[in-house]
Structure formats: structure tokens, C-alpha cells
């Protein structure tokens, strides 16, 4: 019996490197791949859920409108992403390695909340370094200045025609990106041209 393979969204792109690395001095952008990915649904008005995620996670989801907090699972650094009212996603370390997705179900009673696990649809790109804010802008409609996107701070919107979730992580500048498994390619090949240009510059 022929075993699985196991590939990224990137596996059979061409134009990318083994390593799945676009690099230039001042820029550097790499696939994250296999990530586990949850969405959460839930009130925090509730105390039922908001207990429960804070049981798991050391902490509830956060109200404020595009910010996500960190947190862990004991050692797994975790990402808690406002998406929507009442809606979350809850990025992990690798997918299938731990325990969240279980802990989660069994912390939030289902009248409550819901946790949906969608790692086999989303990729992650890491977009870091001093030129990192231009590449994003050459794509983004939104403003990424640190004025107005900070560390803390994230957002849907539109990177190269495409949907996206970005989250700006800290201040190097380093992002990331979140994107659905079958624009993944299309992507990547937009950011090696684009980075290209913007690299020279």
C-alpha cells in the first residue's frame, strides 16, 4: 500500500525553492507550512465560552476588531485572531501534532461555541524585513504604515487580487499571511516577481 505524500501548497510550484524562500537582503518571505488552523465561533459575552477558550489558552479571544493576541498550549505558541463578530482563528504550531483541537472541543460546550479545523485549506507566508511594508503595499489596498498597522494588528482584505488574513507580528517588521491553499502558488509566484522589483529599488 502506497503511502500519502504529504505536500505543501508550494510542493509542485516550480518556481519555488526547496526551501520555499523568496530572499534578498532587506526581505524575506517563506511558506509556513502544515500549520494547525481553527475557527472559533462564539460570544464572549458568554462566560461559558470565554471561560473555556481562557481554560485551554490562558486567555479569551479578544473583542477588539482586527487584533489577535499570543498565547500558548503549553509549550505551542498560539495566535488568537479576531476574523468577524463572534469569530476567530486560532493558529497553532504544526497541524496533527497536539492536542488543541480536542482540548478546545471539550472546553467549550456546544451550545456555546464551535471549533472547526481548517489547516488542510490555509497556507501561512512569513513576510519580514525593512522592505517588507513595501511588498505588502504594492499588493494591499489597505495602509500598512506603522501609524495605522501595527504589531498586535490584523485585517481581511485583498494581497494581489486575492483574500487574505494579514497579521502584523512584531516590529522588525515581520507578517504574516494567511491564504487559502489553492491561490497559494498563485501568490507565491506574484511575490517572487514583485519582490524582484521592490528589492531593487
Known amino acids: 500500500m502506497v503511502e500519502p505524500r504529504r505536500e505543501s501548497p508550494l510542493g509542485r510550484a516550480p518556481a519555488a525553492q526547496p526551501n520555499r524562500l523568496i530572499e534578498w537582503p532587506s526581505l524575506r518571505v517563506e ?69 488543541l483541537r480536542v482540548a478546545l472541543r471539550q472546553a467549550i460546550p456546544e451550545t456555546d461555541g464551535a471549533v472547526v479545523e481548517v489547516s488542510s485549506a490555509f497556507t501561512l507566508f512569513s ?35 486575492t483574500g487574505v488574513t494579514l497579521l502584523q507580528r512584531d516590529e522588525t517588521p515581520r507578517f504574516e499571511m494567511m491564504v487559502r491553499r489553492s491561490y497559494a502558488r498563485w501568490l507565491w509566484r506574484w511575490m517572487e516577481v514583485s519582490a524582484e522589483m521592490v528589492a531593487v529599488e
Open 127 to 161: 513576510i519580514e524585513g525593512r522592505q517588507a511594508r513595501d511588498l505588502i503595499a504594492a499588493g494591499c489596498p489597505i495602509d500598512v504604515h506603522p501609524r495605522a498597522f501595527g504589531p498586535g494588528r490584523c485585517a481581511q482584505t485583498l494581497f494581489a487580487r
Open 31 to 99: 511558506e509556513l507550512a502544515f500549520r494547525a488552523i481553527f475557527v472559533l465561533h462564539g460570544r464572549t459575552g458568554v462566560p461559558r465560552f470565554a471561560q473555556g477558550v481562557a481554560r485551554v489558552l490562558g486567555r479569551p479571544p479578544p473583542d477588539a476588531p482586527n487584533t489577535f493576541v499570543e498565547t500558548r498550549f503549553g509549550s505551542e505558541g498560539v495566535v488568537i485572531a479576531w476574523t468577524g463578530p463572534e469569530e476567530w482563528h486560532v493558529i497553532g504550531q504544526e497541524e496533527g501534532t497536539s492536542g
